[in-house]
């Protein structure tokens, strides 16, 4: 396994920097250093910083400078911008903090010449629950005041209920989509009501569509007893996993071998007792947290991180978010509009530099695309989705098509994706998709006027819907 690096050398080395003014040289750095470091070793640390975007280095006459990204750092690892991010519109993008930039560029290099890195026991031993903080206090305020969905006090899980309808259909789809799972919308809908699989879809996809299902049920059903607690972590994931690894006997159950995950240089623990211990440290730290929207992000970053099971840790960790949200009462995460690739690039982040800012703007981003979805506040999303605005014509006609012609949801499918390729961008073309598709699965009696359709032409469609 990669040597751990203490990250109290990075911070005693960040620290010198940044209390030199200006772009410093290695010497003057050398100097600052508080503790005693070898020279070779003072350079790899600074050679690190760099990787990880805390410091930029500059060529200059007389030898490589230094300085301090303009980003603020909060507790050694964890920087954030205080003002949160404007609300964005559907289809605009993940709006990106500098810290989140800087991973980004990081993250995007060629693997050859990003350092290889192993699990750092430090990310999570410096946690401190309720001491420690990956949301501001800013933007745990804010998502409070957008997930609210009573202002009386009701039994856990009754929101959850009253949109499990919806919710089913889009967790399922959008969690699975972030897997590279190519159901459409329409096709997954189809498919967790009428038990019907896409034509030309590998088993496998519907597989993980139907486990999703069974797991959001799960979370449902068992609201007032679910937790950050064995029994529930490891059930969510048999449920997850059901039929899609190569040994049935591995779901719900901590993997005792090494795992390896593409498109990253991190390198997850491979001794299964260290795995065991660091998963109940996750979940001690976790059922600490007080607040939900923290509670729900630490989840996000340490169950992925660790890599507890054999495989289908990232949905566990998306299914796990929920859990707080569920037991209070406010409004679900189920990922709607967010991009796979600022997803996996985020993620990355955590695995390779231990930095949470990228997922951080996603996890915000996600929360306020839900909300709008499933609560009463969506006069707070703000401006109107610029994309839909340039392509609202076309919405209209595909629609109209659909409806008049009386179309069931596999022929929608197959009538959107043609009406979509008018337009030249195959990135816009997929957005146009999903749009087309979440304008149907929303059409009911009080809006389907905007669309030109007269009531006979709804109804008659509404009937055969399926």
């Not at 779901?251 to 593409?262: K, P, Y």
């Not at 009406?419 to 073309?429: A, G, H, N």
């Amino acid at each position: 396994m990669p040597k751990q690096i203490s990250n109290d050398e990075l911070s005693a080395v960040l620290n010198a920097v940044t209390a030199l003014s200006g772009p410093v040289a290695f010497e003057e750095i050398a100097r600052g250093v508080a503790l005693t470091l070898p020279r070779r070793t003072l350079q790899r640390r600074l050679a690190m910083l760099v990787a990880q975007g805390r410091l930029i280095a500059l060529s200059a006459r007389g030898g490589r400078r230094y300085r301090v990204d303009s980003y603020p750092i909060d507790h050694g690892w964890y920087g954030f911008v205080e003002e949160p991010a404007p609300i964005t519109p559907a289809g605009a993008g993940v709006p990106l903090s500098t810290a989140a930039q800087a991973i980004r560029r990081n993250v995007t290099r060629a693997l050859s010449i990003r350092q290889p890195v192993g699990y750092q026991s430090s990310f999570l031993d410096e946690y401190q629950p309720n001491v420690s903080a990956y949301l501001p206090p800013a933007v745990r305020s804010k998502l409070a005041v957008l997930g609210r969905t009573s202002s009386a006090p009701l039994p856990a899980g009754t929101h959850l209920r009253k949109v499990m309808d919806r919710l089913l259909i889009d967790l399922s789809w959008n969690s699975s989509r972030l897997e590279g799972n190519t159901y459409s919308l329409l096709e997954t809908e189809r498919l967790l009501e009428l038990g019907v699989n896409a034509d030309g879809k590998d088993t496998r996809e519907a597989l993980m569509i139907l486990n999703h299902k069974a797991a959001i049920e799960m979370l449902a059903e068992q609201a007032d007893e679910i937790g950050f607690n064995r029994y529930t972590i490891c059930n969510l994931h048999a449920l997850l996993a059901d039929n899609l690894l190569p040994e049935q006997n591995s779901c719900g159950r901590l993997r005792n071998h090494a795992v390896g995950i593409s498109g990253t240089v991190y390198h997850p623990l491979t001794v299964p007792q260290a795995v065991e211990e660091r998963f109940e440290q996750i979940l001690a730290k976790a059922s600490a947290i007080k607040d939900a929207f923290e509670q729900s992000f630490f989840a996000m970053v340490h169950l992925p991180y660790l890599q507890p099971f054999e495989d289908v840790n990232k949905r566990v960790s998306r299914l796990a978010a929920n859990i707080p949200l569920v037991q209070r009462n406010l409004s679900p995460l189920s990922f709607v509009d967010v991009p796979q690739v600022d997803y996996v690039q985020a993620i990355i982040g955590v695995y390779e530099l231990n930095r949470v800012d990228y997922l951080r703007d996603v996890f915000v981003f996600a929360y306020e695309r839900s909300c709008a979805r499933y609560s009463e506040i969506r006069q707070c999303v703000g401006d109107p989705n610029p994309f839909r605005l340039r392509h609202r014509q076309l919405l209209m006609d595909v629609v109209g098509e659909v409806v008049r012609g009386g179309m069931d949801k596999k022929t929608a499918v197959a009538c959107i994706r043609r009406q979509s390729k008018k337009l030249p961008e195959s990135d816009d073309r997929q957005q146009f998709v999903e749009m087309a598709e979440t304008e149907l699965t929303s059409l009911h009696e009080g809006n389907f006027a905007r669309h030109r359709l007269r009531p006979a032409e709804y109804h008659a469609w509404k009937k055969d819907w399926r």
